[in-house]
Structure formats: C-alpha cells, structure tokens
Nanobody, 123 residues
C-alpha cells in the first residue's frame, strides 16, 4: 500500500535549521510531483514547496523562498526539505504529499499524504 513517512521534525531555536525527510513506498515515486505542506494550530494547511519528477522544476511559497530547499532522490524514493533560518512562524506540522500533476499548489491536487512531523521553533 501507499506510504509516505516523514521524519526529522523537532524543537529548534529561531535561526536554526532542520532537515525533513519523507520516505515513499507503494507507488511509482519517480512519476509523481512531490510537495511539502504545513499546518499550524488553528490555521488551514498551506503549500510550502514542490518539486517535479526529475527535479527540473521547483516552486516555493514566498514566505520560505531563500530559506528552505526541497530536493528528492528517486533512487531512494525520498524527498527532503532543508529548512534554514527558521522563524517562530514556521512552527507547524509538516506533511509530504504526492501529485500526478504540476502546476497546482493546492492540497486537493495531491493524492497521497504522510502523517506529518511536528516542527516547533522557539524564539
């Protein structure tokens, strides 16, 4: 069955870094666009970053551009999110997700989801 398992979350001080990983199984990973979303308490889930199947296309939401880097390793069926210069407003549960199409950065476009990993940034 399809599985997306995130890891790497935790507690970090503002200005620090974390690297999230997402291990995928049960589907043709290299045929899917992979994305990261996040959901803070009391807020809707929001798009963070996405990467195309062969890493030729990458898109970030404005609030993380220049601080976060998305990457993937198709040989390992994994996608990563390197987060630098973290801010308190980055505190959220982070989810990885898979989509068959590129161009829509809404959660409805993503078919498969992980269970999420908590990132807490203290000021």
């Amino acid at each position: 069955q399809v599985q997306l398992v995130e890891s790497g979350g935790g507690l970090v001080q503002a200005g620090g870094s974390l690297r999230l990983s997402c291990a995928a199984s049960g589907f043709a990973f290299d045929r899917y666009v992979m994305g990261w979303f996040r959901q803070a308490p009391g807020k809707e889930r929001e798009f963070v970053a996405a990467i195309t199947q062969m890493s030729s296309g990458i898109h970030y939401t404005d609030s993380v551009r220049g601080r976060f880097t998305i990457s993937r390793d198709n040989a390992k069926n994994a996608v990563y999110l390197q987060m630098n210069s973290l801010k308190s407003e980055d505190t959220a549960v982070y989810y990885c997700a898979a989509s068959v199409s590129w161009g829509s950065f809404y959660s409805a476009a993503y078919a498969y989801w992980g269970q999420g990993t908590q990132v807490t940034v203290t000021s």
